[in-house]
């Protein structure tokens, strides 16, 4: 992760200033408010404002009028109960804002998520970081060949060395040129004084997926869960469920009691179909289920042997 020294003299700026509130904070996420953790090799995320806490929730369920919270065992019981029976509503109630900064590639997946507020740093009025993304060398895997969405093997000796050094080099000369269109170097002159330049708009086209660019992101938690959820699974594609891990000490920071139940309830925990679930209890009786007297196609027998822990 990069920041100049005025990015950072300006985090530190925020972080000392001190706002007396009659709203409900959070000390434990106020302790990381504004700070970058870092992801993937350039980006990060920052909490930069956040509303409401598992009281908020609390209070939303009982449509209180103080805080509405009772002792803490309560409180949690209430927690999990909303969350098990999926009461969602109460979760809404609670908002984050961030600042993220992360490759092209991984916004365009991100932004499928349609229920956040988003505000991208608009490359028609400004330039681009020379920052874009190149994977460590652990992560650059071959195409898995059981799974078309997914990852084999990690590249070895001279293929990995030859792919590691062509990404960094194209996104290199993309960059590269599109300075150059652009006619203006690091220090705003331009490269070449007898030359107009390509407006910015256009230049950036040529650059690769790598590319980091930054959003503020504000979601309510209700959705942001979900987010987490499809995203943080070993399905969703690395680079992504980096930037979900991330959030896990902020989650455990901002709402306790809501991210505990949220990893019982959703993380932790699998779906059975109903057939899934009568060979269940076929087996619980005693008896031998395979895959071809379950009913399950290949596919499904596979996840449920997964989820239980068994080889298929
Ligand atoms: C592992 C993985 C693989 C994926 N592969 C692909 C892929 O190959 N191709 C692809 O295009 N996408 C793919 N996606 C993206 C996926 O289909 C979703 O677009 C993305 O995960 C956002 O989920 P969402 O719509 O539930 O979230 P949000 O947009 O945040 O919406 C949350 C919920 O609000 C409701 N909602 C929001 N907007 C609408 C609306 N306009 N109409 C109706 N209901 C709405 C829905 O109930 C939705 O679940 C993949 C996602 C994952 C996690």
């Known amino acids: 992760?990069?920041?100049?020294?005025?990015?950072?003299?300006?985090?530190?700026?925020?972080?000392?200033?001190?706002?007396?509130?009659?709203?409900?904070?959070?000390?434990?996420?106020?302790?990381?408010?504004?700070?970058?953790?870092?992801?993937?090799?350039?980006?990060?995320?920052?909490?930069?404002?956040?509303?409401?806490?598992?009281?908020?929730?609390?209070?939303?369920?009982?449509?209180?009028?103080?805080?509405?919270?009772?002792?803490?065992?309560?409180?949690?019981?209430?927690?999990?109960?909303?969350?098990?029976?999926?009461?969602?509503?109460?979760?809404?109630?609670?908002?984050?804002?961030?600042?993220?900064?992360?490759?092209?590639?991984?916004?365009?997946?991100?932004?499928?998520?349609?229920?956040?507020?988003?505000?991208?740093?608009?490359?028609?009025?400004?330039?681009?970081?020379?920052?874009?993304?190149?994977?460590?060398?652990?992560?650059?895997?071959?195409?898995?060949?059981?799974?078309?969405?997914?990852?084999?093997?990690?590249?070895?000796?001279?293929?990995?060395?030859?792919?590691?050094?062509?990404?960094?080099?194209?996104?290199?000369?993309t960059y590269d040129r599109y300075r150059t269109m652009l006619n203006e170097d690091e220090a705003g002159n331009a490269i070449d004084p007898a030359r107009t330049g390509l407006a910015r708009e256009l230049a950036r086209m040529n650059l690769t997926l790598a590319t980091y660019t930054q959003w503020y992101w504000k979601i309510d938690l209700h959705n942001l869960l979900h987010f987490l959820s499809l995203r943080a699974d070993p399905h969703a594609q690395y680079e992504i469920r980096a930037y979900a891990e991330a959030l896990f000490p902020v989650m455990a920071a901002w709402v306790p009691l809501t991210w505990a139940a949220f990893q019982d309830y959703r993380l932790t925990a699998v779906t059975f179909s109903g057939p899934m679930l009568a060979c269940l209890r076929r087996m619980m009786g005693g008896e031998t289920v395979d895959q071809e007297q379950s009913g399950l196609s290949k596919r499904e027998w596979r996840e449920f042997m997964d989820a239980l822990g068994r080889s298929a």
């Open 1 to 173: 992760m990069s920041l100049s020294a005025d990015q950072q003299a300006e985090i530190a700026a925020q972080r000392e200033a001190q706002s007396p509130t009659r709203r409900a904070t959070v000390p434990a996420l106020e302790a990381m408010l504004y700070e970058a953790l870092p992801v993937l090799d350039h980006g990060f995320v920052r909490v930069i404002d956040y509303m409401g806490d598992d009281a908020a929730v609390v209070q939303a369920a009982r449509v209180s009028y103080g805080r509405g919270t009772r002792r803490v065992q309560e409180d949690a019981g209430l927690i999990r109960y909303l969350m098990r029976h999926r009461h969602s509503t109460p979760f809404e109630m609670c908002e984050l804002k961030l600042h993220v900064k992360l490759p092209v590639f991984v916004a365009r997946q991100w932004i499928r998520h349609r229920t956040a507020n988003v505000n991208e740093y608009s490359a028609r009025y400004s330039i681009l970081d020379r920052e874009f993304y190149v994977p460590a060398p652990e992560h650059l895997a071959a195409q898995s060949s059981a799974n078309r969405q997914g990852r084999g093997d990690v590249l070895q000796g001279e293929e990995a060395r030859e792919v590691l050094a062509w990404l960094r080099d194209d996104a290199t000369r």
